[in-house]
Nanobody
């Protein structure tokens, strides 16, 4: 079974930065993709960014593409999310997810991802 764990959330002021980390363990597929999703309080979960592990191809949500950057770590199943110029609208519970294969066509869908972390809270104050 794949286990996903994310961390790095916290409380920051608007304009600040945070770096989230995620590790997916127990991977058995040669090809896999990982993504970040977020769920603002009282709202539905939404896709943020996805990355194909094999070639590093990325897909960004329009509202974050100029401020957030996803990257792969040296260890298998490890990704990061560098978030800069954070806004109050970015406040949400951020989830890391994994799926065998590639981002497309799973991204930006929510229900097609089988493995999820428990979330890390990001709160941006104004």
């Amino acid at each position: 079974r794949v286990q996903v764990l994310e961390s790095g959330g916290g409380l920051v002021q608007a304009g600040g930065s945070l770096r989230l980390s995620c590790t997916a363990s127990g991977l058995t597929s040669d090809a896999y993709a990982m993504a970040w999703f977020r769920q603002p309080p009282g709202k539905e979960r939404e896709a943020v960014v996805c990355i194909d592990d094999s070639r590093g191809r990325t897909y960004y949500r329009v509202s974050v593409k100029d401020r957030f950057t996803i990257s792969r770590g040296h260890a298998r199943g490890t990704i990061y999310l560098e978030m800069k110029n954070l806004k109050p609208e970015d406040t949400a519970l951020y989830f890391c997810a994994e799926v065998d294969g590639i981002c497309s066509p799973s991204w930006p869908n929510v229900d097609t991802w089988p493995y999820w972390g428990q979330g890390t809270q990001v709160t941006v104050s104004s």
